[in-house]
């Protein structure tokens, strides 16, 4: 059984930071692709960053500049580190990663559980 379990999510100003944190635990032999989705109210889920294990990484164009993904490999981890936050970044931040429980097994696809993040005043 595999988990991926978010933190790091809360209510912060605009212009102000956070910083999200994934950890996976359970059966893994290798995680590939690491990523952040995020979902706002209405809206469809859509990528906000992914990292392979090489560490080569990906932006949607709204927050390039701003959001900074990076992962560690010994612990499983990926993060989201969130700067210049703007109200239109508030939805719900998922972890999402490719991970093969065995040598032999295929990666999965595995989703975490979801932390919110509310940029306002």
């Known amino acids: 059984q595999v988990q991926l379990v978010e933190s790091g999510g809360g209510l912060v100003q605009p212009g102000g930071s956070l910083r999200l944190s994934c950890a996976a635990s359970?059966?893994?032999?290798?995680?590939?692709?690491m990523a952040w989705y995020r979902q706002a109210p209405g809206k469809e889920r859509e990528l906000v960053a992914s990292i392979t294990r090489l560490g080569n990484t990906n932006y949607v164009d709204s927050v390039k500049g701003r959001f900074t993904i990076s992962r560690d490999v010994t612990k499983n981890a990926v993060y989201l580190q969130m700067n210049s936050l703007k109200p239109e970044d508030t939805a719900v931040y998922y972890c999402n990663a490719y991970i093969s429980p065995t040598l032999l097994s295929a990666p999965s696809n595995y989703w975490g559980q979801g932390t919110q993040v509310t940029v306002s005043s």
């Open positions: 359970g059966r893994i032999f290798r995680i590939d692709l």
